[in-house]
């Protein structure tokens, strides 16, 4: 239940279990109004209450579990919905002068203001943004609060007479993304202008292509051992077939990968950052520790578990280790390889969401906390059925 009467423990131990979601809300039944908030990361301390027929909310500050005072938050929210209902509310000076600079905002700064809300976006995410507010403003200068519906999907009919449908709609969902954090960090309360463009899809949406590649089922076996054969003989220089195995072996995405380092690997489980920015920790079989000892012995000295050949950070394109391999897949064709093959081994998809770090919305946090034993044994199984 996200309803319940708040007391310090009660909101420890709730956001505790609740530290695999995003997009949550957790409310007080003794104060209406009061709430806790996590949308990607970090939890907030915050009021949304219905008056007068206007929805109302607002974030006071951020939740930390050893410091939360119950009684002064619910203190805080009577005093604020007081003057909600009395005309006299404000946020406080520092709030306003924030707010006001949001506001006004041009589109461009939208993308580095997403980056600092979210510090744990890849790169590539983050290029993926800048080229849509580029190609959402054709490089000319636009306030965010001037993004209308209209505005939207004249952009994207421009962008389909020069590139793809994927890149298309790469731009909508960007653009979505970085609408809405504006309007949070705004506290704007209006629609997001890409809504009314997917809501109804048909005639507005040109369909991307459909993305449904995978290592079919007799060739699984013989491209892991050819990546394998490769990272050995290239030793030093082979880190990336090391990081496509371990991207075959897990399931997660080329980014979530290539970004560990070593303050991230324990000794039975490691913990990346998902492609949102939260982190989430899996269990580490003995062929994923085989990979990890291989690459701490060829780079003892570096902080990435993945580095590159050239500079000081990791390794970001695996294209050629791919090709090099005599397979048409992509990266995220090893990811269906690994839902589609734990699918037919008959692991269920909660403890499948719970590997690759896919959010659980529709699922008792008692379920899942009796799965969570058993992720060690299911990663096993799922390798041996890729390997067999």
Request: hydrophobic content about 40%; aromatic content about 8%; glycine content about 6%.
């Amino acid at each position: 239940m996200n309803s319940f009467k708040f007391t310090a423990t009660a909101c420890r131990s709730r956001t505790a279990d609740l530290a695999d979601t995003t997009n949550v809300i957790l409310r007080d039944t003794e104060q209406r109004g009061l709430i806790l908030r996590k949308q990607k990361r970090d939890w907030v301390v915050a009021f949304e209450r219905k008056i007068r027929g206007k929805i109302w909310r607002g974030s006071l500050y951020q939740y930390d579990p050893r410091n939360f005072n119950v009684a002064a938050a619910r203190d805080e929210v009577v005093q604020i919905m007081g003057e909600i209902t009395a005309g006299t509310y404000q946020a406080n000076r520092e709030t306003r002068g924030k707010v006001a600079t949001i506001k006004d905002m041009s589109a461009a700064d939208i993308a580095e203001l997403h980056h600092r809300v979210n510090p744990r976006l890849s790169d590539k995410t983050i290029r993926s943004y800048r080229y849509a507010i580029r190609y959402l403003t054709d490089d000319k200068p636009r306030l965010m609060r001037d993004v209308t519906t209209t505005y939207v999907q004249d952009a994207y009919e421009r962008l389909l007479t020069t590139h793809s449908a994927d890149t298309a709609n790469q731009m909508l969902r960007s653009v979505k993304a970085l609408w809405n954090t504006w309007a949070e960090e705004a506290e704007v309360d209006s629609k997001n202008p890409v809504a009314a463009i997917t809501a109804r899809k048909r005639g507005r949406v040109v369909p991307s292509r459909s993305r449904e590649g995978a290592l079919a089922p007799d060739r699984r076996k013989g491209w892991y051992e050819a990546a394998e054969a490769a990272a050995v003989r290239h030793g030093p220089t082979g880190t990336a077939y090391n990081a496509l195995m371990m991207l075959f072996l897990t399931g997660y995405r080329a980014e979530e990968v290539l970004g560990l380092t070593w303050d991230d690997i324990e000794v039975d489980r490691f913990t990346t950052t998902l492609k949102g920015g939260a982190r989430h920790t899996r269990p580490v079989t003995a062929r994923l520790q085989a990979i990890l000892d291989r690459q701490r012995m060829f780079h003892p000295n570096s902080p990435w578990v993945f580095p590159a050949r050239v500079g000081d950070g990791h390794m970001g394109d695996l294209r050629k280790a791919m090709g090099n391999l005599g397979e048409k897949v992509t990266n995220h064709d090893l990811r269906r390889t690994y839902m589609g093959t734990a699918d037919l081994a008959g692991i269920s998809t909660v403890a499948v969401k719970l590997l690759i770090g896919h959010s659980i919305t529709d699922i008792t946090e008692q379920y899942i906390k009796s799965i969570r034993p058993q992720l060690p044994k299911l990663a096993v199984q799922i390798e041996d059925a890729l390997l067999s």
